[in-house]
């Protein structure tokens, strides 16, 4: 299972219906944080996201994108976590977020580290070692000080087992289903030898959804979203205001939209929102969809399931 909760879907600042930046991912029962913007702690609670969450990533470093690590660092303090916690974020990541932990806290009693990450880097470890089926592929984006977003991206997966084929070579079910499934070659009780490549189709795809954070529409983006299952693209502004869109480093769901169709995206959902959609996005949604018709925009508490393409 793969999902994605919204905690907060405003630029900028809150709205009476929306928080601020946050987005909580959850893969085979790990959470990932994108973004933790202020209030993020109560939205996690509102939406039933877990708190035992080991990585928190930020795209950059506007207040609305990560002033809630404060209150959340200290709320899981108090629940007496042992476990550390890993923050990731472009350069300056390592100033910011260590003062912005030593606010209002004489000391956090876990460990908190912080790496640094830059376009390219492939992030394939956790605090307990390798990732487990996915890596984590960083990637600039277009919105000053190095901005950066991630993308995280399942290893292939094991052909199709072919249940007809092995019945009909007369394999018993079994064991030796299963070691056949899993690429191994095998001996029947009658002597024959038998190889995986008869009965286990082509390898599969696994799932890539990308988080673009605060950007403009570019190049770096079509390339890390290329057939993505789901594409997270900022929309501040609608077609009204492009050119303030330009201006602030922001897309409009248009462009949004145009990227998603270069990058032959399968989904694409619209978040950072400008107050003036708190209400009603339709707007956005409208002007998307002219160019790229599977988009919808993000509400808070909305999760999206994202299902293998195959
Ligand atoms: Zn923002
Ligand atoms: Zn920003």
Known sequence: MLSVTFLGTSAARPTVERNVSAMALVREGETLLFECGEGTQRQMMRYGV???????????????????????????????????????????????????????????PFNVEIE???????????????????????FGTEHGGGSVGYAL??????????????????IPEGPLWGKL????????ADGRQLTPDRFVGPKRPGRLVVFTGDTRPCASVVDAAQGADLLI????FGEEEKDRAKETGHATAREAAQVALAAR???????????????????????????FPETVVARDGMTVEVPYSE
């Open 153 to 170: 991206r399942e290893h292939q997966r094991r052909g199709r087992f072919d249940v007809e084929k092995a019945r009909a070579a007369g």
């Open 233 to 236: 693209h900022e929309a501040t």
């Open 50 to 108: 877990s708190f035992a969450l080991g990585e928190i990533f930020f795209t950059h470093f506007h207040a609305d994108h990560f002033l809630g690590v404060i209150g959340l660092v200290r709320t899981l303090g108090l629940q007496a976590r042992a476990e550390p916690l890993r923050l990731y974020g472009p350069k300056g990541a390592n100033k910011l977020l260590t003062q912005a932990l030593q606010l209002g806290v004489e000391r956090v």
């Open 265 to 291: 995206a399968r989904r694409l959902v619209l978040s950072h929102v400008s107050a003036r959609y708190s209400l009603s996005a339709e707007e956005l949604v409208t002007e998307a969809r002219l160019v």
């Open 116 to 138: 640094e990450v830059k376009p390219g880097a492939v992030l394939r470890m956790t605090e307990n070692g390798q990732r487990d089926g996915y890596e984590i592929d960083v």
């Open 181 to 188: 499934s899993k690429g191994e070659p095998i001996e029947l």
